[in-house]
């Protein structure tokens, strides 16, 4: 794998990994429990993104990032706490700009893997991308019988 790849790699493990604590926060903090299921799958299949990416960077032989516990603190118990304060609806909104923002980002890694002929890599992408977009149509739809 050349550097470039292996960037990538760490950059999508972050942008789960901030997905798995944005909607983490959601599942921990919601009263509705059917909304509170819906996040922990999320949880569930954005944890699954993250752990092949983590897994790549250390088949790679590098350190897969780390984060501090005010990464966490920030992603979680602030965005937590707003969704107290902003509720369901601005909170599905939010998930929903935030998928948008991981598919742009899926869809310019698909067709950098395509260059570069990363076949495997490139199938989970496809993958993974669907997973956003199935997510970002349900926040949406959510937010609208809000």
Known sequence: MDDKLISRLKEFYKLETFQVAFYKAQADSAANEYYGKVFQKLVNIEQG???YYAD????AGEVVPSFTGSVFKLAGDFI?????QIGQHDTCTLGVML???AIKKYRTFIKESKDKNYI???NKLMEFLLDEEFHAL???EYAKRE
């Open 56 to 59: 790549l960077i250390e088949r």
């Open 80 to 84: 937590g706490e707003g969704v107290e």
């Open 120 to 122: 495997e890599i490139r």
């Open 49 to 51: 993104h993250a752990d």
């Open 138 to 140: 349900w926040l949406r």
């Open 99 to 101: 998928e948008n923002k």
